[in-house]
C-alpha cells in the first residue's frame, strides 16, 4: 500500500487562477487555515421551511459532524456550507485569515462529496480525475493522479475502465478521489463511507484523520462511526 | 515512490486551456456514446428525405427553387440540431454531473467549452446535411464562397443562442420539449437573416449581395453571446 | 362632422367595454383592499 | 381606499370617456384612409405602447431579481409579462383589423406584424418557461434570465426588421425626419390615450403586484 501520508508533504504548486488575495499553497499552510462561519440559517423550499436558526463554526484541524432524522435538512445544509444554494435568512462567511473569500475562490479551496453527486460514466476513473483536475486550472502529472487513486483503493487495472462499470463502493472512492485531487483547505462530506467496505472506511477514517490537522473537515452522517470522529456535533432537529 | 521527486512543473491554465478541457471531455463522452450525434444526424437525413421526396428538384419553377431551397435548408439543419443541442446541458443535470462540475470549474469554462461544442455539432450536421441536401434537392448555389460564410455565421450564431437556452432548460422539469419552445422565438429572428443570406449567396453572382443580412446575423450573435456572457453564472449557479 | 349614427353606435360600443373593465378592476380594487387590510399589511 | 386613489381612479375613468368621445367626434376624419378605419390609431398605437413599457418594466424588474433575489421582484415581472402579453395581443388584433379594413386581408406577413408575431412567441415561451419550473427562487432566476437574452433581441424586431423592408404599415407618428405628420386634433386624441391606457396599466399592473403579495405573505405564514 503506498504510503498515505502524501498530503503531508504538500505539493507546492501556485493557485493558478488570478485571485485576490494570492491564495497559494504555501501560505496556506504556514498561518491559520480556512474558517467557516454560518449563522442562523434558514431555507424554505415553496411553503416548506427545511432548516431554521442554524448556526455554527467549520475550523481548521476540527471535524464539525452534522447529524439529525432524515429529512431534517442536513444535504441542504451542507449544500448552503458549500455555497451551491442561497440560504433564505442567514449567512455563511468563508474566512482566510480573517479575510472573507469570494464565492470563486472559495470554491477553489474547497472539497464536496455527496450521494447526489456523480462523475463521468463514460469516462475512466483517470480520465475523470485528469478531467477534474485540469478543469480546476491544475496539469497535475498522470503519475499523480494515478497515485491519487491507488491511495483510495484502486487497482491499477480498474483506473482505465468506464466509471460505468465500477461497484457502489469504488465509484465512492473515486468521488473522494474528486473531493480531494486539488488538496482542499475544507472538506464538505456528506455521507462520505456509504458503500464503502469495512477496509475503505478504515482508509477514509486515516485520510481524514491525517488531514484534519490542517483542514477544516464538515460530515453529514447519521453512521455512530462517523459521528465518532466529530470534535463537534452539531444536531438538527427533525 | 514519494511524490517529491515527481517532476511536473505545475503550470498555470489559463481559462482558455480549462475551456478546451471541458470541450475535450464533451467530444470523448460524445465519441462513446454517440446519442447526439446520431439523434442529430438521422432527424435530418428523415427530414431530408421525406422533403425531398414531395418536392424534389423538379416540381417547383425555376425561379423558386432558391427561395425555397434555403428556408427549408435551415429549418433542417435547425430542428434537426435542436434534438441534439440541449443534451449538452440536460445530459448533465440528469447524470447529476452538474453540481460535481459546478464545484470543479469556472462558470466561463464551462460555457465556452460547451459553446464551442455545439458550434462543432452544427458545424458537423451542415458538413453532413448541405452536399446531401444540394443532391436531393438540386439546391444550385452561385457563389460558393458566401455560402460558406452564411453557413459559418449560421453555425456559430445557432450555438451562442441555444447553448444559453439550453443551459436555462437544463435546470427545468420536461426540459426536452421545452428547449425548442425556448429556442424558436429567440432564433427566428437570426433564421430570417440566414435565409436570406443563403438565397443572396444562391441567386446573386458577386458576393457582396448575401453582405446585409450576414452583417445582421453577426451582429445578433455578438449581442446573444455578450448578453449570455453576464447570464450564465447566474443560470449555472442559481 | 361625420355621420353621427354610424359611429355614435361604436363609441356607444367602446364606453360600454370601458364602463365594464373599469367596474371589474374596481371590484377588484376595493376587495383587495379589504384583504390587505385583514392581512394587516 | 386612501383619497388620492379614489381621486385617481374617478380621473382615470373620465379621461377615457373624454378620449372614447374624442377618438369618435372630436378627431376628424383622417384622409387617405378607407372610411373611418384611421381612427383605430387611437387604440392600437397605445395597445402597443403601453405592451413596450410593460416589457420594459419587465426587464427592470427581471434585473432587480438577478441582484436583489427578492421574490417581490419576480412576481413585478411575472405581472408585468403578463399585462405585456394582453396589449401585444390587443394591439396586433387591432392591428389586424385594421389590415382587414385597409387592405384586405387579416394577415399579410408585413415585417411589422412578423416582429409582433415573433415578440408573442417569446413572451408565450416566457409563461411556458414559468410553468416548468416548481421552485419559486429558481423559476425567478430562470425566468429573469431568459425574459433578459429576450428583450436584448427585441430591438432587432421591432426597430429594425420594420425598417429595413418596405413596409404597408403606414409611417409612425415620429419617422425617420422626426417631424409629426399628423393634423393637430388628432394627435392630442392619440396623446390623451396614450395617456389613459399608460394609467390603466399602471392601475391593472399594481392590483396584480398587492394581489400576488397577498398570496405570498399568506404562503409564508402559512407553514
Same mark, same amino acid.
Given at each position: 500500500m503506498p504510503s498515505t501520508a502524501w498530503s503531508e508533504r504538500t505539493l507546492s504548486y501556485q493557485c493558478t487562477r488570478r485571485c485576490r488575495p494570492r491564495v497559494s499553497r504555501a501560505t496556506l499552510g504556514a498561518v491559520e487555515g480556512v474558517r467557516v462561519e454560518f449563522r442562523d440559517i434558514a431555507k424554505r423550499f415553496g411553503r416548506r421551511l427545511v432548516l431554521s436558526g442554524v448556526t455554527g463554526t467549520a475550523t481548521p484541524g476540527k471535524v464539525l459532524v452534522i447529524t439529525g432524522p432524515n429529512g431534517s435538512g442536513k444535504s441542504t445544509l451542507l449544500n448552503i456550507l458549500a455555497g451551491l444554494v442561497r440560504p433564505t435568512r442567514g449567512s455563511v462567511r468563508y474566512l482566510l485569515d480573517g479575510q472573507e473569500l469570494s464565492k470563486s475562490q472559495w470554491f477553489r479551496l474547497l472539497g464536496v462529496c455527496a450521494p447526489d453527486m456523480a462523475v463521468y460514466e463514460e469516462l475512466s476513473a483517470l480520465e475523470?480525475?485528469?478531467?477534474?483536475?485540469?478543469?480546476?486550472?491544475?496539469?497535475?502529472?498522470?503519475?499523480?493522479?494515478?497515485?491519487?487513486?491507488?491511495?483510495?483503493?484502486?487497482?491499477?487495472?480498474?483506473?482505465?475502465?468506464?466509471?460505468?462499470?465500477?461497484?457502489?463502493?469504488?465509484?465512492?472512492?473515486?468521488?473522494?478521489?474528486?473531493?480531494?485531487v486539488h488538496d482542499p483547505q475544507v472538506l464538505v462530506l456528506d455521507e462520505p463511507s456509504s458503500n464503502l467496505d469495512s477496509a475503505g472506511h478504515e482508509l477514509l477514517a486515516q485520510l481524514l484523520t491525517e488531514r484534519a490537522r490542517r483542514c477544516a473537515v464538515i460530515v453529514a452522517t447519521n453512521d455512530p462511526r462517523e459521528v465518532a470522529w466529530g470534535d463537534t456535533v452539531l444536531e438538527l432537529a427533525a | 515512490m514519494t511524490l517529491e521527486k515527481l517532476p511536473g512543473e505545475i503550470r498555470s491554465l489559463s481559462l482558455l486551456r480549462e475551456s478546451l478541457t471541458v470541450l475535450r471531455k464533451e467530444l470523448v463522452s460524445e465519441l462513446r456514446s454517440r446519442v447526439a450525434l446520431s439523434s442529430v444526424g438521422l432527424f435530418a437525413l428523415t427530414t431530408l428525405i421525406a422533403v425531398a421526396y414531395q418536392i424534389g428538384p423538379y416540381r417547383i419553377h425555376e425561379q423558386d427553387r432558391p427561395h425555397l431551397h434555403s428556408a427549408l435548408l435551415w429549418i433542417i439543419l435547425f430542428f434537426a440540431a435542436s434534438s441534439g443541442l440541449p443534451r449538452v446541458f440536460v445530459k448533465e443535470e440528469d447524470a447529476h454531473t452538474a453540481k460535481t462540475l459546478r464545484l470543479a470549474a469556472r462558470p466561463a469554462a464551462v460555457f465556452t467549452g460547451k459553446l464551442l461544442f455545439n458550434l462543432l455539432l452544427l458545424l458537423g450536421l451542415e458538413a453532413f446535411l448541405v452536399p446531401l441536401f444540394a443532391v436531393f434537392m438540386g439546391f444550385a448555389v452561385k457563389n460558393i464562397g458566401a455560402f460558406f460564410l452564411v453557413l459559418a455565421a449560421g453555425g456559430l450564431g445557432l450555438a451562442a443562442s441555444s447553448t444559453t437556452v439550453a443551459a436555462i432548460i437544463a435546470r427545468a422539469s420536461g426540459s426536452s420539449t421545452l428547449f425548442v419552445v425556448l429556442a424558436v422565438p429567440l432564433v427566428l429572428p437570426m433564421l430570417v437573416f440566414l435565409i436570406q443570406g443563403t438565397r443572396m449567396a444562391a441567386t446573386a453572382a458577386d458576393w457582396t449581395a448575401a453582405l446585409p443580412a450576414l452583417r445582421a446575423v453577426l451582429s445578433l450573435t455578438g449581442v446573444t453571446l455578450v448578453t449570455s456572457a453576464f447570464l450564465f453564472p447566474v443560470v449555472w449557479h442559481d | 362632422m361625420p355621420a353621427p349614427e354610424s359611429l355614435f353606435w361604436v363609441a356607444a360600443v367602446t364606453v360600454g367595454i370601458w364602463l365594464g373593465i373599469f367596474l371589474y378592476c374596481l371590484r377588484l380594487e376595493r376587495r383587495l383592499r379589504r384583504l390587505e387590510e385583514e392581512e394587516g399589511l | 381606499?386612501?383619497?388620492?386613489?379614489?381621486?385617481?381612479?374617478?380621473?382615470?375613468?373620465?379621461?377615457?370617456?373624454?378620449?372614447?368621445?374624442?377618438?369618435?367626434?372630436?378627431?376628424? =376624419?383622417?384622409?387617405?384612409?378607407?372610411?373611418?378605419?384611421? =381612427?383605430?390609431?387611437?387604440?392600437?398605437?397605445?395597445?402597443?405602447?403601453?405592451?413596450?413599457?410593460?416589457?420594459?418594466?419587465?426587464?427592470?424588474?427581471?434585473?432587480?431579481?438577478? =441582484? =436583489?433575489?427578492?421574490?417581490?421582484?419576480d412576481i413585478r415581472a411575472a405581472a408585468s409579462a403578463r399585462l405585456g402579453l394582453l396589449f401585444s395581443v390587443l394591439a396586433t388584433v387591432s392591428g389586424s383589423l385594421f389590415a382587414k379594413v385597409m387592405w384586405g386581408s387579416f394577415w399579410n406577413w408585413d415585417p411589422r406584424e412578423v416582429s409582433i408575431a415573433i415578440l408573442l412567441l417569446i413572451y408565450a415561451a416566457y409563461f411556458a418557461l414559468r410553468q416548468a419550473v416548481p421552485d419559486p427562487e429558481r423559476r425567478g432566476t430562470l425566468a429573469a434570465a431568459y425574459a433578459i437574452l429576450a428583450f436584448v433581441t427585441m430591438p432587432f424586431l421591432v426597430f429594425v426588421v420594420p425598417r429595413i423592408y418596405w413596409s404597408l404599415h403606414p409611417d409612425t407618428i415620429i419617422n425617420v425626419q422626426g417631424k409629426i405628420q399628423m393634423e393637430s386634433r388628432m394627435f392630442q386624441v392619440l396623446m390623451g390615450s396614450v395617456l389613459g391606457f399608460t394609467g390603466l396599466f399602471w392601475w391593472l399592473y399594481s392590483l396584480e403586484t398587492r394581489l400576488a403579495r397577498l398570496r405570498l405573505f399568506r404562503d409564508q405564514r402559512g407553514e
Open positions: 475523470n480525475l485528469v478531467f477534474f483536475s485540469r478543469v480546476r486550472g491544475l496539469a497535475l502529472p498522470q503519475e499523480l493522479l494515478e497515485h491519487h487513486l491507488q491511495v483510495l483503493g484502486l487497482r491499477p487495472a480498474d483506473l482505465r475502465r468506464p466509471v460505468g462499470q465500477f461497484s457502489s463502493g469504488m465509484l465512492q472512492r473515486v468521488k473522494l478521489a474528486q473531493a480531494l | - | - | 381606499m386612501t383619497r388620492l386613489k379614489k381621486f385617481f381612479l374617478a380621473a382615470l375613468f373620465v379621461w377615457f370617456c373624454l378620449v372614447i368621445w374624442g377618438a369618435f367626434f372630436y378627431a376628424p =376624419r383622417a384622409a387617405g384612409f378607407k372610411g373611418e378605419s384611421a =381612427r383605430i390609431v387611437f387604440f392600437h398605437v397605445p395597445q402597443a405602447w403601453v405592451a413596450v413599457v410593460a416589457f420594459c418594466v419587465n426587464l427592470v424588474a427581471s434585473i432587480q431579481y438577478l =441582484r =436583489r433575489r427578492d421574490l417581490m421582484d
